[in-house]
Nanobody
């Protein structure tokens, strides 16, 4: 089992920045990578960014590329999502998730590629 706890959400004005954290515990040595997704009211869960421990990175090209950066502090078992130039359309609950297999990296942009999920943290961007 892997436990994930997100933090760092909040209310920010458009153009501002936030850094989300995802602290992992449990069988973290079994993970291959982590991803961030978001879900706005009435919408499907949407891929934001992902990384694996082999150096791979992926971003949602249409919505966050160039504004968000995913990174990791392996000593703290924590993955971060630095969000810059925030827009009202970035408002959502943000979830982190853990990948457990190298073979699943090809599904890094899909929720089905992840085995464990955090409880989510709310990000609200005001105009």
């Amino acid at each position: 089992q892997v436990q994930l706890v997100e933090s760092g959400g909040g209310l920010v004005q458009a153009g501002g920045s936030l850094r989300l954290s995802c602290a992992a515990s449990g069988r973290t040595f079994s993970t291959y990578g982590m991803g961030w997704f978001r879900q706005a009211p009435g919408k499907e869960r949407e891929f934001v960014a992902a990384m694996n421990w082999s150096g791979g990175r992926a971003y949602n090209e249409n919505t966050v590329k160039g504004r968000f950066v995913i990174s990791r502090d392996s000593a703290k078992n924590t993955v971060y999502l630095q969000m810059n130039s925030l827009k009202p359309e970035d408002t959502a609950v943000y979830y982190c998730a853990a990948q457990m297999s190298r073979d699943l990296w090809r599904q890094a942009t899909m929720p089905t590629g992840y085995a464990y999920w955090g409880q989510g943290t709310q990000v609200t961007v005001s105009s």
